[in-house]
């Protein structure tokens, strides 16, 4: 069989193309546990680098070529270069070429197997065994090279990584793994995210003032991040040093929001809620501690037409006050809003006063709002207000 029956068996496989990328790319995404967490652009970029590959090899097998060219070798290196910057680690994208060359040659066998004649398949096998080295040296390289310039400011690609989190490019749990792996961290997840401002002050806070802030919270949890957006300092903490903020914001110098932790891949929908929040919210919301959480933050965003459900807003505020065990602090908090007075919420309950009032201050220390308390008796009257 010479040249021109290879470039026939090549021409009938083109003839399919997109089916067999297709079954090349489902192989790769069984036997490779990081693309399986791929989408959208990332798969159909995936596809288009197979069918190249494909496309490429079948040309140079007909051609009697033993290696891939120069311009397919600097092709590759470009590749390894994109997968350093997105994240993906080399290992994986190394054993997906891998795994689909072999299922690209079990492809070939199974259309003219029958045709091919010991030259055919000595060729075949040399030119993919050589392309095979070609293409994990070029990837590597290609990898090693961003790589090399990431750790080359290591900080600044730290704060590009919570940039990507904060507007949700970087979404996927996978690629966030493996971004985490190639910048040597392991952040937070779920990590609890601050969003900070200095009171009384426009002036846009830079990255040496977000990271002054972040030492002065002295975080214990793994890998703190920290970014600025929007003029302010967004850092991203484990949960566990959520206290150690708060206390770092309680001076008077600066005023934030802090909503519930999240796990890394809702780091955005955070980041938008606590935005919103300081932006939004009135001077009085901020108290002494100059510091809003969750329940603050999605009464907010419910008043300003924010992402954020009723039902979230309720089960944020009220919380524990929505148990069995909790009802009847629940019952007395909407009759102390109804009445107006504890005594007059006690006679509408049939209670002693002193019973309505030790309720009141159980549902202080379980939502963390105080009734009594201009700002918080709004948020709790408004959650109040949400049917369930």
Do not use: K
């Not at 079954?23 to 036997?31: L, N, Q």
């Not at 919570?162 to 996978?174: E, K, M, N, T």
């Not at 991203?236 to 891949?265: E, K, Q, T």
Request: include cysteine; proline fraction near 5%; charge should be neutral.
């Amino acid at each position: 069989m010479g040249r021109e029956r290879r470039a026939a068996v090549g021409a009938e496989l083109m003839r399919d193309r997109a089916a067999l990328v297709e079954r090349i790319v489902a192989e790769v995404h069984a036997e490779v546990p990081a693309y399986r967490a791929l989408h959208g652009s990332q798969l159909a970029e995936v596809r288009a680098i197979t069918a190249w590959l494909v496309t490429r090899s079948l040309e140079l097998w007909a051609a009697g070529a033993t290696r891939l060219a120069a311009e397919d070798v600097e092709r590759l290196r470009e590749i390894g270069r994109s997968r350093a910057a997105d994240g993906r680690s080399i290992g994986a994208v190394v054993r997906a070429h891998r795994v689909g060359s072999v299922a690209a040659v079990r492809a070939v066998a199974e259309c003219a197997g029958d045709r091919l004649g010991t030259a055919d398949v000595f060729a075949l096998s040399e030119l993919w065994m050589t392309s095979i080295d070609q293409i994990s040296e070029s990837l590597a390289a290609g990898h090693a090279e961003t790589a090399r310039r990431m750790d080359a400011d290591l900080e600044r690609a730290r704060r590009t990584f919570l940039d990507d989190l904060v507007i949700g490019r970087q979404a996927s749990r996978g690629a966030i793994r493996d971004r985490a792996r190639t910048l040597g961290i392991a952040p937070p997840d779920p990590g609890a995210l601050v969003v900070a401002e200095p009171v009384g002050d426009r002036t846009p806070v830079t990255v040496s003032g977000a990271l002054e802030l972040a030492a002065r919270m002295e975080p214990a949890g793994g890998d703190p991040l920290v970014t600025t957006r929007s003029g302010r300092a967004v850092l991203l903490l484990a949960p566990d040093d959520a206290g150690r903020a708060a206390r770092a914001l309680d001076g008077g110098r600066w005023r934030g929001c802090i909503p519930a932790p999240r796990p890394l891949a809702d780091v955005s929908a955070a980041y938008r809620l606590a935005d919103g929040a300081l932006e939004t919210a009135p001077p009085h919301a901020f108290g002494t501690g100059g510091l809003l959480g969750e329940a603050d933050a999605c009464v907010l965003a419910l008043l300003n037409g924010g992402p954020v459900a009723p039902d979230a807003v309720r089960r944020a505020v009220l919380g524990p006050l929505l148990t069995e065990s909790g009802a009847h602090l629940l019952e007395t908090l909407r009759a102390y809003f109804r009445e107006g007075a504890a005594t007059a919420a006690a006679d509408a309950l049939h209670v002693h006063a002193q019973t309505l009032r030790y309720r009141l201050r159980r549902v202080r220390e379980l939502t963390g709002h105080d009734p009594h308390r201009p700002w918080s008796r709004f948020v709790l009257e408004t959650a109040c207000a949400i049917a369930p």
